[in-house]
């Protein structure tokens, strides 16, 4: 069993058995200065939590459901960054304990054969304009053996595609310890120029036609990759004036969704 060997990420892990969601706890215990690095863990979620009010669905005891603080000195605008070295570190982790291969999908998930076995929420919380905790929850399917029929086309777990049990605990140290090495090469400059290349290696979306979902508008086109800043840059065609043309679209998260073709 692989034990937590990291600097500060991970260090101090606060461990419930029932919570309504890590990401809430999380958030609180930001608060108070000195949690930087802190883990939350649960057993059991009662709202587990997705995006955009979305609920995330959680099992007892099976799975990792748990949220990291952080309370770091970058700017507001490069928090979201912090998603994506997330999803690299738990795609990292997952491949080195499971010996398969699981994918990103761009921004927060990650897959296994079509489907979704791990979910990232990273949420924060400011005073005055200032960053006062980020908050990175992190939802992993992990001994789940079924699922509600929902969600039974498009989730899967850790067990169910690798028909082994997986040590938890060894999961959690080994995402703490890329994670920890992926942020600090974040910090230096606040951009992800240092992970482009591995985060695209393992992009589900790379070089597949993918269709972005906006508030008033949607299109399809060829997923190139992730630039520095974490956006996905999408080759499709347009009529300007007139004359079709090849343009390259630098797509944010949050103002769409990104689905296969
Ligand atoms: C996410 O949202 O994928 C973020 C999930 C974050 C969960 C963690 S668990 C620890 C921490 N505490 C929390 O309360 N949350 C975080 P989103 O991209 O919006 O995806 C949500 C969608 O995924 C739902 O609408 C369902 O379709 C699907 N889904 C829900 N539960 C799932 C599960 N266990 N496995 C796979 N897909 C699921």
Redesign the pocket.
Known sequence: EEQITTKCIGKKVVYFNEV?????I?KQLGKTPGYHGTLVL?EQ?N??????G??????KGD?????LILQPQIRIEHASMLTLVTALAVNQGIRKVTGLNSFIKWP??IVMNG???????TEMSTINEKLECIVI?????AN?DS?PD??KN????LKLESKKEIDRVSLIASVMKYFEMYYEMFKKEENLKEHVKDYNEMLINRNRQVKIVGNDSEYIGLALGINETGALLVQTDETIRGERKTVIKTVMSGEVSVRGV
Not at 47 to 52: E, F, I, M, P, T
Not at 115 to 121: E, R, S
Not at 154 to 157: F, L, V
Request: some cysteine; charged content about 20%; glycine content about 12%.
């Open positions: 309504d969601s890590t990401n809430v999380a649960a979620q709202a587990g939590r997705g995006r955009l979305r609920k995330w669905s959680t099992s799975g990792i459901w748990m949220t927060n998930d489907k979704k076995v791990c979910g990232i929420l929850g992190i939802g992993i399917n789940r699922f929902e969600l498009t989730a899967t777990s």
